[in-house]
């Protein structure tokens, strides 16, 4: 079963996105903020980390940045509704790392498809946590 990392500030949206990953079969942690994100994520080596880009103290492209320095096999998928994020995945382009992303809102089917060919992805780098 694949594990995946949900990261998001406002808690209502990352418990729904968490309920919707389960009842599609796999295995999720919340966070809440970015630091605890990347915490989690040196902890679990997730297949794939889904985080919102706007958040306090950490933004989710730095913990992006931080979790794909420590945790090369991970995915990761970026969410966000804000024009801001624009320059920060640039800005992270830049810098050599080029993360898939998302617009809010996110059809969960659209999300399923995504999460679908990203674990296909780690699974096919051979993954340690994919079967």
């Given at each position: 079963m694949?594990?995946?990392l949900v990261v998001d500030d406002d808690k209502t949206l990352a418990d729904t996105l968490a309920l919707i990953l389960r009842?599609?079969?796999y295995?999720?942690?919340?966070?809440?903020?970015?630091?605890?994100?990347?915490?989690?994520a040196r902890t679990l080596q997730p297949d794939l980390v889904i985080s919102d880009v706007?958040?306090?103290?950490?933004?989710?492209v730095e913990m992006a940045i931080k979790i794909s320095r420590e945790c090369a096999a991970t995915k990761i998928l970026l969410v966000s509704g804000q024009a801001s994020t624009?320059?920060?995945?640039?800005?992270?382009?830049?810098?050599?790392?080029?993360?898939d992303a998302l617009t809010k809102p996110v059809h969960p089917t659209d999300l399923l498809?995504?999460?679908k060919a990203l674990i296909?992805?780690?699974s096919a780098a051979g993954h340690p946590s994919n079967p």
């Open positions: 694949a594990m995946i009842s599609n079969a295995e999720v942690t919340v966070a809440y903020d970015g630091r605890h994100g990347y915490d989690i706007v958040m306090p103290e950490m933004n989710g624009l320059d920060l995945l640039k800005a992270s382009r830049d810098r050599g790392y080029d993360f498809a995504r999460v296909r992805q780690a």
